[in-house]
């Protein structure tokens, strides 16, 4: 599960094993622990939404008013 930290730790905090990552930073864990960061408020999921598309454009109809 993608997150990205919300909030610093304290000089030598370890997530898993590795530094604590900085705020604001993104980083990939199992889903068991990163839904745990993020029920406590600590990280929030980042969610990929696909690029959204431009509305088309109704041609008018017909041909010249003239």
């Known amino acids: 599960m993608r ?4 909030q610093r730790a304290p ?4 997530l898993c094993g590795q530094p604590w990552p900085a705020e604001g930073e ?3 864990l199992p889903t068991a622990q990163a839904a745990h960061l993020v ?6 999921e980042v ?10 454009t109704r041609q008018p109809r017909g041909g010249d008013d003239g």
């Open 26 to 28: 993104e980083i990939d």
């Open 3 to 6: 997150l990205r930290i919300l």
């Open 11 to 14: 000089e030598g905090a370890l």
């Open 47 to 56: 969610v990929d939404e696909p690029p959204r598309r431009g509305r088309k």
């Open 39 to 44: 029920a406590s408020g600590v990280a929030q």
